[in-house]
């Protein structure tokens, strides 16, 4: 397959001198490493030394040990590969190791949430916070392995939780306020937490959102739990009292003066759990060690972020629900001040965070395809309207990015910002593949395979294809796979996650093709692939058409088993007065038909008045499909942002005669 799209940005010398991964290059030939012709030869050596390449990230990225490793690497079997043997550290000390080194005064967080004032925090405030947190913690008898949850809000607090957490050696674990109480349960039930932390309420859209009785819920019904620290996000609503209550205020009052401890401990000790989606039962409990996390993140975040340059600031709009706030947590070991959002991104309207792009002067600044996707729809243009001159790096992920989006960006934002389309997953809390300062972008394309990542396209055979479709796969083992999922002490479902498809090597689940050039497309999950006739289909290759017909506000496709075949069913959201009539169905088959193929041509096309996603924005298709399948129960609603519209979808399956 011939690929020729079209570039749309290419390094310039900002880039080629003096972004991160120039520095790094340099820095490798005067340890001995190299020259590289190009960064595919960076790559190929990367995965063919893998711990010679490892031991370079650790060692340019100034990672810290209270006791060194004794190899990078030690067992290399999947699953069972074992990152940094015989080393002790602490993970939020890496994190803070800039805080440390001084300028107490600079700005470490800035904290922004609908229904709240500003909040503004120096290195200096950050550190004793943490320190207090810490302190009081360990005066509630939690100790190195314990679990501390938080049902918070992406803001200043949550950042401290984490960080006393991590200090003293337990187990931090997140989820977003506005899941319900089942839903919490379903997370924080299974890994029983001794603390939580839960805010009183939050702000979204312009509405208030109490939580006071789910607090009080939470605290009653979580085996274990020895207290709750609750935060008081809005003013408005009260705050829960009774015996195993206590404020954030007076959990950080009793605590005050303290130091952390930063407590060392084995890498490949416990320090994030995060969840799968949940959408087809309880969620799985899947747990990341503390040096895995840090040694990842740095390649990610330094050297294809090029993140960490004097005055970075960094914000990833994102609920401590999704994988994407620990990855941003991160950006505090690039010595970057973090900028943090919580609440509604088109509130009061859609070019909201591009204004607090400008306004805080921002260089690196993180979204959704779907958020970049509306912009488009919208029209907006905050590269006319604003002073984007800071912005260097804008990361996106959640799903595949048009190309059209790619357009928009180019466009309207800037030519001269790197668009970072990053894809990966909270299996690993990281990338497979994403952006590179030192490569061009490919309208349509994610730049490449991320250093260190031996990831290639294989077919049902497990051969590997060059330039076609299959399954994207990991051949060597990456330091962020998972130690493991929570009451999992055989390994079984761990195992049955990622490696029943090929053994020993990690099957992540998405449809991808790889480029001549290096660069990837993703299709879609491949649980959610299409086979009408037996030929595969991503989904998101009919997204790519649908959704840029201007009345279509958003779409779902999934598979309907018909004698022995698959046929396609369309399910689209219409914008306010379209409506679904002959022209518009001939203009959705014919771009489908004319840009994808015949076979991806859907045989039914139904308005819905929702489309279903999970709290960390991905549309889910499984459920949908199940439901043509005949499940009566086809997941599990409380893992959904918005789970009216699974039964809507339901009775129009019904009323046009497929349940």
Not at 255 to 270: E, K, M, N, R, Y
Not at 616 to 635: C, D, F, M, N, Y
């Amino acid at each position: 397959m011939t690929d020729n799209s079209p570039v749309l940005w290419k390094p310039g010398k900002r880039e080629l001198e003096d972004s991160r991964l120039a520095h790094y290059l340099r820095w490798l030939e005067k340890q001995g490493h190299g020259p590289f012709a190009d960064y595919h030869a960076l790559h190929a050596w990367s995965i063919n030394d893998l711990e010679q390449f490892w031991q370079t990230v650790w060692d340019y990225c100034d990672l810290q040990a209270d006791t060194p490793p004794r190899a990078m690497l030690g067992e290399r079997d999947m699953p069972g590969a074992r990152w940094l043997p015989g080393a002790r550290l602490n993970f939020a000390r890496n994190l803070l190791r800039p805080v440390l080194e001084g300028e107490p005064d600079r700005e470490a967080v800035v904290a922004y949430a609908e229904g709240r004032p500003t909040v503004r925090r120096s290195r200096a405030q950050l550190l004793a916070d943490v320190g207090a947190l810490e302190a009081y913690l360990r005066s509630r008898g939690v100790e190195p392995g314990d679990r501390v949850a938080g049902l918070v809000s992406n803001n200043y607090e949550a950042l401290v939780a984490m960080l006393a957490t991590t200090s003293l050696g337990a187990v931090w674990s997140s989820a977003s306020p506005d899941f319900g109480t089942r839903a919490t349960l379903d997370r924080f039930g299974q890994i029983e937490p001794k603390i939580l932390i839960a805010v009183n309420g939050y702000g979204y859209g312009g509405k208030r959102f109490q939580r006071h009785a789910q607090v009080l819920e939470l605290t009653e019904q979580l085996p274990g739990l020895a207290q709750t620290i609750v935060i008081r996000q809005l003013d408005e609503a009260p705050m829960p009292e009774g015996g195993k209550l206590i404020s954030w205020d007076e959990a950080l009052d009793r605590g005050q003066g303290a130091q952390p401890s930063f407590t060392p401990l084995p890498a490949d000790h416990p320090v994030y759990i995060l969840y799968s989606s949940g959408t087809t039962g309880k969620p799985k409990c899947i747990v990341h060690g503390a040096g895995g996390i840090l040694l990842n993140h740095a390649k990610e975040l330094i050297l294809h972020g090029d993140a960490g340059k004097p005055g970075d600031r960094f914000l990833y709009f994102t609920t401590c629900g999704w994988m994407m706030w620990n990855w941003q947590a991160s950006a505090l070991m690039t010595g970057a001040t973090l900028v943090v959002y919580d609440g509604s991104p088109a509130q009061p309207d859609a070019g909201m965070l591009w204004r607090l792009c400008a306004d805080e002067r921002l260089t690196h600044f993180g979204t959704s395809a779907r958020f970049i996707a509306a912009c488009r729809k919208l029209g907006l243009q905050p590269g006319r309207d604003l002073d984007l001159s800071a912005l260097r790096v804008v990361f996106s992920t959640g799903s595949p990015l048009l190309p059209e989006d790619y357009d928009w960006f180019y466009d309207h934002v800037s030519r001269d910002i790197l668009l970072g389309s990053i894809a990966g997953g909270t299996d690993i809390c990281g990338c497979f593949v994403g952006s590179n300062p030192l490569l061009p972008v490919r309208r349509g394309e994610i730049q490449c395979a991320l250093l260190g990542v031996d990831v290639v396209a294989y077919d049902e055979n497990g051969q590997r294809l060059d330039t076609e479709r299959g399954e994207l796969v990991c051949r060597q083992p990456l330091p962020s796979m998972p130690v493991g999922f929570w009451n999992d002490p055989d390994g079984n479902r761990y195992r049955a996650a990622y490696f029943d498809t090929f053994p020993g090597v990690w099957a992540h689940g998405d449809f991808v093709r790889f480029t001549e050039h290096g660069g990837a497309i993703i299709y879609g999950r491949s649980d959610a692939t299409l086979n009408p006739g037996g030929v595969r289909i991503g989904t998101a290759e009919i997204y790519r058409q649908v959704e840029t017909i201007d009345v279509i506000a958003d779409s779902l496709v999934v598979g309907r088993p018909v004698d022995g075949d698959v046929e396609v069913v369309l399910l689209i959201m219409l914008e306010e007065g379209a409506s679904l009539d002959r022209p518009l169905t001939r203009e959705i088959k014919d771009r489908i038909r004319s840009n994808a193929s015949p076979r991806h041509v859907p045989a039914r096309i139904i308005a819905v008045d929702d489309i279903p996603y999970t709290r960390s924005g991905k549309k889910v298709e499984i459920a949908v499909a199940r439901l043509l399948q005949g499940e009566t129960r086809p997941g599990n609603l409380g893992a959904l942002a918005n789970p009216e519209s699974l039964e809507h979808i339901r009775t129009r399956l019904q009323d046009e005669g497929l349940l």
